[in-house]
């Protein structure tokens, strides 16, 4: 079924709130729905519309899958405490990555996040809670990368022919479908969201396994996540759509001490875009890319180079895979 678009400049955010809050409550019922926040402006934006719809009767939760930002966890709940929004954190890092080892293609590594969550950790708190609907943040440029092959979008499912009843257990509502990022962050805003969190940059649903090239085991998410702290503080006052550090797989050959350091290289990559559908790397000045590569290489153990990309959208994604 085709997706009619709403475009942000034609959107009137408290009317779209309004109106999805009406089909949700509808929708659900007197039953309870459920949904996961990862702290990104999809997910803060349903959550909130959620909410205003359901109340308590929905069930919000935070998956700790051990591949989010540092302190992510905390920080999210904290935030949406004060906007009268439970939820509820769920250590579920052991399952994550039991699901990650020893895979290295990047689709296999989507897909074992997806199967993981929606399947294993998602499907026992549904069953727990009786939920027979899942909330979620899919935007329209999910489904249009998805079905283009672009890549495999973890929250699409009907659009590729799968049935979340027969495969999971449960319906999926999607209240923002219609909408692409510019008109979520409006949306976002028009609930009453934080600026951290409306204008918040995007952040990929395979989380930092989709920042490490080959196997995301934990040494590795535990390098990249050091690497985006530094990354994200270096560039927090850079006006770019979205930046990150990518942990290649390959290592390189530097110099330490006057001996070879056989050791790792980062990739940064920060982009000027407005819907993600097309996009230029940002034109940072020579002195924050030397600083930031200062850092990388004296703060994060075992790094011996930086490097930036300079390719724009298309023919190069904004995420590395």
Not at 40 to 66: C, E, P, Q, W
Request: charged share 30%; proline share 4%; net charge positive.
């Amino acid at each position: 079924m085709a997706i009619t678009e709403i475009k942000a400049s034609e959107l009137d955010p408290q009317d779209f709130i309004r109106t999805k809050a009406a089909e949700i409550s509808e929708t659900v019922g007197k039953g309870c729905a459920i949904n996961a926040l990862s702290g990104g402006v999809d997910s803060s934006a349903v959550t909130m519309v959620g909410h205003k719809a359901l109340g308590d009767r929905l069930k919000t939760y935070f998956i700790d899958n051990g591949i989010m930002r540092d302190g992510e966890p905390q920080r999210i709940v904290d935030i949406f405490k004060k906007q009268g929004v439970k939820v509820e954190i769920i250590d579920a890092k052991d399952k994550f990555f039991r699901a990650l080892k020893g895979i290295t293609d990047p689709e296999e590594k989507r897909e074992a996040i997806t199967q993981t969550f929606y399947k294993d950790v998602f499907g026992k708190l549904v069953k727990q809670s009786k939920a027979k609907y899942l909330l979620q943040g899919t935007i329209l440029t999910d489904v249009d990368e998805t079905v283009a092959g672009i890549k495999r979008q973890h929250n699409v499912f009907e659009q590729l022919g799968i049935d979340p009843k027969k495969t999971f257990g449960y319906h999926i509502i999607e209240p923002l479908v219609q909408l692409r990022k510019d008109g979520v962050r409006k949306v976002a805003a028009a609930a009453g969201l934080p600026e951290s969190i409306f204008n918040r940059m995007p952040f990929p649903g395979p989380a930092l396994s989709a920042r490490v090239i080959g196997e995301a085991t934990p040494e590795k998410i535990r390098i990249v996540r050091q690497a985006t702290r530094i990354t994200e503080e270096e560039l927090a006052g850079v006006k770019a759509f979205q930046y990150m550090a990518i942990l290649h797989q390959d290592r390189v050959t530097g110099m330490r001490d006057g001996k070879r350091d056989f050791g790792m290289q980062i990739e940064i990559r920060c982009w000027d875009s407005i819907d993600a559908r097309r996009a230029e790397p940002t034109k940072l000045p020579y002195d924050v890319l030397f600083g930031l590569s200062r850092r990388l290489t004296t703060e994060v153990a075992g790094v011996v180079s930086v490097t930036y990309n300079i390719t724009s959208k298309p023919p190069s994604t904004m995420e590395a895979v």
